[in-house]
Each structure stands twice: as structure tokens, then as C-alpha cells.
């Protein structure tokens, strides 16, 4: 009976799939990574609905750096009523408000700090240094400045489309697309760079 609970436990199916070989194993880790970032997805779909409540007040504007990839004629169609909306309540003298940014950028973040950290002790059991989570930071700023741009361009793309019910569940849609984009990114680089698995004890001793 014991046996049994522990080849249906998540250690006894990692032990499963690592005696069928590098690539079943593989394929498992890619399965909790896919279940981990639904997990993060649902995070960030959360949190991005919600901090516009309380970031949707703040007016001080983007630093010129970040101008140049938030710029306003390319996020926003003012052509449409929804663009103008945005445009109203996120754009000041031409440029895009933290308002905007934040929402994105924090939800983005807190969801995939939580996925590292949960990767890292079930996806691929690394022993990772603290220092990889710093390069991972790094990472996923430059990461989510691109999704968040992703995010707002796609928005103001579902924006022009002819359904209103469809409007509605934009940024929804938007989270969606980017947790994708960055599932695709950070499978390769956690498993074979930042959260490299741990090495058997025999092979330490070694």
C-alpha cells in the first residue's frame, strides 16, 4: 500500500519519469511548468484586473527611456471610443503614465517571482544560488517591458474590433498572450541555465 501512495505521489511519478529516460523526464518537467504557469497566469490575470483600481489615479509620467517603447500613437487607436478612453486617463502631454505601466509591469512580476521560486522546488528541484534569482530578476524586467508593451498594443488592437463584448475581456486576452510568449522563453532557460537540477549525492561525492 505504501508503494503505492508513493508512485502516485508527485515524488513517486518524478521517480517515474526519470527511469524512462532524459526525455520523458523532459516532457514531465514540461507538464509541472505548464501547470506552474497556469497557476501564474491566473495570478497575473488577477492582479491585472485589480491594480488599475489603484493605480489608475497616478499621473506622473514615464521616464524618457521608457517613452520611446510606450509611445502613445502606437498603444492607443484614437480612433476608437476605447483608445480615446485610454488615451484620456493614461496619456499626459504625449506621454504615457505610470498609471498604465504599473499595472502590467507589477502583475507580471509578482506572478513569475512566485513561479521561479515554485519551479525551482517542484518543476526541476534545483539547488540554483540565490544569485541566479537576481539574473532571473534582470530577466524578466527586460521580459515583462516587452510584454507589457505586447500587452498594450494588443489591447489597442482588440480595441478596433467590431465587438464590444470583446472589448471587455481585452486585457484579459492581453495576459493571456504574454504568459504564453514568456512560458515559451523561460522552460529553456530555467532547466538548462537558472534552475539547473540538483546533482545525485553519489555524484557530488564524486
Known amino acids: 500500500m505504501a508503494d503505492e501512495k508513493k508512485k502516485i505521489s508527485l515524488g513517486g511519478i518524478d521517480g517515474a519519469a526519470e527511469e524512462k529516460g532524459s526525455f520523458i523526464k523532459t516532457v514531465w518537467q514540461l507538464v509541472k511548468f505548464l501547470v506552474v504557469s ?67 509591469f507589477l502583475s507580471n512580476l509578482i506572478a513569475n517571482i512566485y513561479g521561479f521560486y515554485q519551479n525551482k522546488k517542484t518543476t526541476f528541484k534545483s539547488d540554483a544560488p540565490w544569485y541566479n534569482f537576481a539574473i532571473y530578476i534582470v530577466l524578466m524586467i527586460a521580459l515583462i517591458l516587452f510584454s507589457t508593451w505586447f500587452q498594450g498594443w494588443l489591447v489597442g488592437v482588440i480595441a478596433k474590433a467590431p465587438w464590444a463584448w470583446l472589448n471587455g475581456l481585452a486585457r484579459t486576452i492581453a495576459g493571456l498572450a504574454a504568459g504564453f510568449v514568456q512560458m515559451v522563453i523561460l522552460f529553456p532557460i530555467e532547466k538548462f541555465v537558472l534552475l539547473k537540477e540538483k546533482k545525485p549525492a553519489e555524484e557530488t561525492a564524486e
Do not use: S
Not at 484586473?49 to 502606437?74: R, S
Not at 498603444?75 to 471610443?81: E, K, N, S, V
Open 38 to 104: 497556469g497557476l501564474v497566469t491566473i495570478i497575473q490575470l488577477v492582479l491585472a484586473n485589480v491594480l488599475p483600481f489603484i493605480f489608475d489615479g497616478v499621473t506622473a509620467t514615464l521616464p524618457a527611456f521608457l517613452q520611446g517603447i510606450f509611445n502613445p500613437d502606437l498603444i492607443f487607436d484614437a480612433t476608437t471610443a476605447k483608445g480615446a478612453e485610454q488615451i484620456a486617463k493614461y496619456v499626459v502631454g504625449g506621454v504615457v503614465t505610470w498609471g498604465y505601466l504599473l499595472p502590467f
